[in-house]
């Protein structure tokens, strides 16, 4: 690699970004410590980081402020991606990094694990010492802010990793103050950034304290980036464009050729890999009861363990079993899977004629044909029976939550079931993962970000994805086949900004979502818009005022004009049709004319606008002006309320057959995105004020590639 970042505005959105040294020797000692990437893969990553940086305020400016956003998948390695940031940021005298680990102290170990590895502290292959790691949880204030300060002017470069927590931040702040480097170019990192950081009490004009404290630690510094690090981006882009955490700038972080996401599990062949559970068989907590699938999937989970061993794999064959949030419930389930390996352990030593082996011989036969689905180079039944009893040997149940130390240790038996909750929901690496077990989800409409944090099975699986199998309920099997097409959302309109040099802070923030989801916690994005796509949304009231009436007629003759038209009979009905109008002019006269107290959701014919122009797709519009030769008489209230319908139904008392027979306006052109124009009198008190008439409009637009628009509008 070169100096230089000619190719990091190559999509020509380089808006005041800095030129970022790519060879020092900290970026050279983690491409090294990359070493189970491909060299192409080690460039993209430096080559990311380098995008991130070059976005950040340049160290050798008189100072900034400025956030940012980095987005890749789950279990996609982000880690690696933000160590190369720091890595760079030390080579571009970025030389104080904050790294926020996470809300609970293990998930910090792991992260400051990660780090002093690949920098590589402690392990005796540094022949220097320039970099120096300080954590909030290990002997923080065993150096004093003089002796920080020092450090800093002698040219080390200082990491440190800290919890997200109210108390640990506001040591971070008054650290890096007493110490007098608030002025110095400094980076924040904020691993797992829509957790826990941004506000949760918006509705009440409050600051949650993390927040509050993350805020006033940016704030205290003079050049600063801060940046959050996430693979579920929703609450970080539909939180307030003022909110100082809302980013400045965006990075998407792809993940490698070995990477096996959404769209391996859940894109067209979901059916081979994902296991829907029977809804009406017992379940996993209820009673003294195991489900017959949960069997089932043990017999998977071994048989894949004995088909690695005949690959030469030796690594661990793992799985997990997701019942529950409650600590309760996981000692359970551990206490029914150890009776369940010690029956079949001894079992695998009866006699082949026993009810014991006969029986884990059915479940083991269940695994063997469900695998052999997918894995071309099944090996002969009986060498599965052949091989049980060893790896029923080499196995172990462990409960990994906040009451447990989640640091797995892979090298006690080579086959691990993990039992879990909220700890393995986000964070928590898990290597080697083959066969998953989960059936919790929240019974009313979910929270994209949250459901989506729970794939686990994500990850580098592609070296024996052939034996990977999630065993869900059919709402969670729904649910990630659904959140496929909204992450696609999310990172197409990212791309769609970045190519069409349009800032983040401008970008719309409009994502399709299925139904049945919520797009983050209320508490953070209290006020979502929601667009629902075909159907209808009509004007519900009206503005009588004879100038803004003038204004608005000659603003739609205005338009209208230009444009030819057709006199349209449908039935015994005649309306005038315009095709092919720009629906951003129709936008500018909504804008202007429909928005205050008349009753009409503008923000449809807007989303509408908008998803046309990330599709790639023209966004025109048929604009018909409903019974064009006889107008309409509608009835209003005293607030100038229609009383009846806007729209007219189909005839009464006439067949289909009939030719004068009327679908109703609903019914018109029901493949076009369209915009009735209804020319109504007002009847107000039983009078007709048949000297106004009065553009009453009607929306609609089918559904396309998107059924429900979330977002902020």
């Known amino acids: 690699m070169r100096k230089g970042i000619v190719e990091l505005c190559e999509e020509n959105n380089c808006f005041d970004n800095w030129e970022v040294y790519l060879d020092g020797k900290e970026t050279s000692r983690i491409k090294k410590n990359l070493n189970y990437m491909s060299e192409d893969e080690k460039f993209e990553t430096i080559l990311t980081a380098a995008k991130i940086l070059s976005n950040c305020p340049s160290p050798n400016s008189s100072g900034g402020k400025k956030t940012g956003l980095a987005i890749g998948k789950i279990q996609s390695g982000k880690t690696s991606n933000f160590i190369s940031l720091m890595a760079l940021a030390f080579d571009n005298n970025y030389n104080i990094i904050v790294v926020f680990g996470g809300t609970k102290n293990n998930l910090l170990s792991q992260t400051e694990e990660r780090i002093r590895k690949m920098f590589d502290i402690d392990n005796n292959k540094r022949d220097d010492r320039d970099v120096v790691v300080l954590s909030t949880t290990n002997k923080f204030d065993s150096i004093s802010p003089e002796q920080l300060n020092r450090m800093y002017n002698s040219g080390r470069k200082i990491i440190i990793v800290a919890l997200k927590h109210q108390k640990h931040i506001k040591n971070v702040k008054s650290y890096i103050t007493d110490a007098n480097l608030d002025k110095k170019p400094i980076l924040l990192i904020d691993d797992e950034g829509d957790q826990a950081s941004l506000n949760a009490k918006v509705l009440h004009n409050e600051k949650t304290v993390i927040y509050n404290e993350l805020l006033q630690l940016k704030d205290g510094l003079n050049h600063v980036c801060f940046i959050s690090i996430t693979a579920t981006p929703q609450a970080n882009l539909l939180i307030d464009t003022i909110d100082s955490l809302s980013p400045d700038f965006c990075q998407l972080v792809e993940p490698g050729k070995e990477y096996t996401g959404g769209s391996m599990f859940h894109g067209d062949n979901q059916d081979f890999y994902v296991i829907e559970l029977p809804e009406d068989e017992t379940e996993m907590l209820e009673g003294d009861g195991v489900p017959e699938s949960f069997y089932n999937s043990l017999g998977v989970f071994f048989v894949g363990s004995i088909i690695r061993k005949f690959r030469n794999d030796g690594k661990n064959h793992v799985m997990l079993i997701h019942p529950s949030q409650k600590k309760f419930d996981h000692k359970e389930v551990e206490k029914k899977v150890n009776l369940i390996l010690e029956n079949w352990l001894n079992s695998s030593e009866q006699d082949h004629s026993e009810n014991g082996y006969q029986k884990l011989s059915e479940y083991l036969k269940y695994g063997y044909d469900e695998l052999s689905r997918t894995v071309d180079d099944m090996p002969e039944f009986q060498l599965i029976l052949d091989n049980i009893n060893d790896q029923l040997n080499d196995s172990r149940v462990l409960v990994v939550n906040s009451d447990k130390n989640t640091d797995i240790d892979y090298y006690k038996t080579r086959n691990i079931i993990i039992v879990g909750g909220n700890l393995v929901e986000r964070g928590l690496t898990i290597n080697d993962l083959a066969v998953t077990y989960i059936v919790r989800r929240s019974k009313s409409r979910a929270n994209a970000d949250v459901v989506e944090q729970r794939a686990r099975w994500f990850g580098y699986r592609k070296k024996y994805f052939d034996l990977c199998r999630v065993y869900c309920t059919k709402q969670i099997k729904e649910d990630f086949s659904n959140l496929l097409s909204h992450e696609d959302d999310i990172w197409g309109w990212i791309k769609y900004c970045k190519k069409n040099n349009i800032r983040i802070k401008d970008m719309p923030r409009l994502f399709e979502l299925d139904n049945n989801l919520n797009p983050t916690r209320k508490a953070v994005v209290p ?81 509408v606008e908008q998803r046309n122009i990330q599709d790639g797709a023209n966004p025109c519009v048929t604009v018909l002006k409903m019974r064009i030769k006889s107008g309409e008489e509608r009835s209003f209230d005293d607030n100038n309320s229609i009383t009846s319908n806007l729209m007219q139904g189909h005839s009464q008392n006439r067949y289909i057959s009939d030719p004068l027979y009327y679908p109703g306006d609903r019914y018109i052109c029901l493949n076009e995105t369209q915009l009735q124009i209804h020319l109504v009198h007002p009847r107000i008190k039983d009078t007709v004020l048949s000297d106004i008439i009065i553009p009453m409009i009607a929306f609609y637009s089918p559904v396309t590639n998107a059924k429900r628009i979330i977002g902020r509008l």
């Not at 315009?578 to 909504?590: E, G, M, R, T, V």
């Open 527 to 607: 006020n979502v818009d929601e667009i629902k796509f075909g159907i209808w949304t009509e004007q519900k009231k009206i503005n009588i005022n004879k100038n803004y009436l003038l204004e608005l007629n000659n603003a739609w003759n205005d338009l209208l004009s230009k444009y030819e038209y057709n006199d349209v009979t449908y039935g015994n009905l005649t309306h005038r049709k315009y095709i092919k109008i720009p629906l951003s002019d129709i936008n500018a006269i909504i804008s202007k004319y429909y928005i205050n107290d008349i009753g009409f959701n503008y923000k449809y014919p807007y989303a």
